[in-house]
């Protein structure tokens, strides 16, 4: 995964130094053939019916895709480290959003649950579902 | 290599209107090439932490949204085609190689591979949109709308596939316009001989054409896995009787596997009427007690096959997937700027921030996509 030598630039004095690092092509493409595979993988995974194993392995597949990305693609391997930080906090505090957004998602189940079976218990003839107010809609919206 | 020679060019032309020694490229505030590249970099990084946290918002909502309804997750997915899912997976990845390799070949000062690269790039985000046009038009078609406007599937009087074909119609006008007006350009700046001019017509035109490549391979891949997927999905749903007349009569017909009839005869019957004479027909409502409906996990797909559950998958699917398509708008006219600065030779080992800004921006996109992808189309 070197990097191939930069460009010849002997010629102009204003600027000290080359900041470029090209990456090389072999780097690029392995990448890149790696990313399709990965694809295949989770496409391939998804026919099988894994339960609740299935969603994991499936972000799993994802998180490699999109490390590999952020790392080589997006150059960050080899970036200034204060760009890193900058990114990985980002993520970090998505999953504080997620994971603490998901914590209480069933608080309420219970008071649903009840109420759905008093709905249910009132209900005089089951009508067409499509003009049927649900529980998650009636509940979310 | 010629990037000397550029350098020289821009170098040495600047000098003479300007009163200091900062060439055209550098602006007057930075004191080298470096610090103007470190600086515009960090500002992109720290404008994709706030795309990352954006879009977290989205996926929040759908992480919610799938925890307190697995099943209709399940369900709603199933309209999602995985293998247009897949194509467009693929074009993106090629289009996140294109643009790396555009960022080195602007290192190098490759102009012809940086113009290339940044073609193909353009060209890919065009097969994209394309692609995603045939597949929001075909579920539009479908009923397969967000929150209210959901149509419970199954019920044929409530699809109108002509509504779908003439969404895509609507859709195409735009690209049809850019793509006349980029070929009269092209036409023009090859009878001026401006290669300028022509470097940058080029791959515009070459990306409007692209757009209708995506259209016509969304449709074929499309009407071909509604004739494959058919067999699948009744399969999977649990309707254990065939339909190969069914099949061939409807190309449009992946949703009459929830259909709640009673017997797989009168289905067909259905389904043929149907297919002569959409408009016409009525369906005598089945009688749900009656009827073995396919079971998503515990619920039938009755229960899930409604405005307040399928509709909010796709009210989550339309807004994920449609900021996502915005940013690839977004990204396609950035990119149409690094043409147009490329065509110039504006790009040197000095001077690349641009591109690989761009190249940040483009490459986040594609990360969106690669969680989008499982998380919409490959759930089982």
């Given at each position: 995964m070197g990097h191939t030598a930069a460009s010849p630039d002997a010629a102009h004095g204003h600027h000290d130094g080359e900041f470029a690092h090209p990456a090389s092509i072999r780097m690029l493409l392995t990448v890149f053939f790696v990313l399709v595979g990965l694809t295949f993988l989770t496409v391939y995974q998804a026919s099988f019916d894994l339960g609740g194993a299935e969603i994991w392995l499936s972000l799993i597949i994802a998180t490699i895709k999109a490390s590999l990305v952020i790392l080589f693609f997006m150059h960050l391997l080899y970036d200034k480290p204060f760009n890193a930080i900058l990114f990985i906090s980002s993520l970090i505090?998505?999953?504080?959003?997620?994971?603490?957004?998901?914590?209480?998602?069933?608080?309420?189940?219970?008071?649903?649950?009840?109420?759905?079976?008093?709905?249910?218990?009132?209900?005089?003839?089951?009508?067409?579902?499509d003009v049927e107010p649900t529980r998650i809609g009636a509940t979310m919206m | 290599m010629s990037a000397t020679e550029t350098l020289e060019h821009s170098t040495d032309e600047q000098h003479d209107d300007h009163s200091h020694d900062h060439p055209d490229w550098l602006a007057h505030h930075f004191d080298d090439a470096e610090q103007q590249f470190d600086s515009g970099k960090l500002g992109m990084w720290l404008f994709l932490v706030t795309e990352v946290l954006f879009f977290s918002g989205m996926f929040c909502a759908y992480a919610l949204l799938r925890s307190q309804s697995p099943e209709t997750f399940a369900f709603a997915s199933q309209f999602l085609n995985e293998k247009l899912g897949a194509i467009n997976t693929g074009v993106l990845l090629f289009s996140s190689l294109t643009m790396a390799w555009a960022v080195r070949a602007s290192q190098l000062s490759q102009h012809r591979t940086l113009t290339a690269t940044l073609g193909m790039t353009l060209g890919c985000a065009a097969v994209f949109l394309g692609v995603k046009a045939v597949e929001y038009t075909h579920k539009w078609g479908l009923g397969l709308l967000p929150g209210h406007l959901y149509l419970s599937q199954g019920v044929p009087t409530n699809e109108d596939h002509e509504f779908g074909e003439r969404a895509l119609i609507w859709l195409c006008v735009l690209p049809a316009i850019m793509l006349v007006g980029f070929l009269a350009w092209w036409i023009q700046a090859l009878i001026q001989k401006s290669t300028v001019q022509l470097r940058i017509a080029g791959p515009l035109l070459v990306a409007a054409i692209m757009y209708f490549a995506g259209v016509g391979l969304g449709r074929w891949i499309e009407s071909d896995s509604s004739h494959a997927g058919h067999a699948d999905h009744a399969s999977s749903a649990g309707h254990a009787t065939a339909h190969p007349a069914h099949a061939s009569a409807n190309e449009h017909g992946e949703d009459h596997d929830h259909h709640s009839s009673e017997t797989s005869s009168s289905h067909e019957h259905e389904e043929k009427s149907f297919s002569i004479a959409p408009s016409v027909v009525t369906l005598p409502q089945a009688n749900p007690e009656q009827v073995a409906l396919p079971k998503f996990g515990s619920v039938p797909s009755q229960d899930v096959n409604q405005r307040g559950r399928a509709g909010l998958f796709f009210s989550i699917y339309y807004c994920m997937t449609g900021v996502h398509a915005l940013h690839i708008i977004g990204g396609m006219v950035v990119i149409s700027w690094l043409i147009i600065k490329a065509a110039k030779l504006q790009f040197h080992s000095q001077y690349f921030g641009p591109v690989d800004n761009v190249g940040l921006y483009w490459h986040l996109v594609d990360f969106i996509w690669i969680y989008l992808f499982p998380l919409l189309y490959l759930i089982t």
């Open positions: 505090f998505v999953t504080l959003f997620l994971g603490f957004t998901l914590l209480d998602a069933k608080a309420y189940r219970n008071q649903i649950e009840v109420r759905d079976t008093l709905e249910e218990s009132m209900k005089p003839v089951p009508k067409q579902p | -």
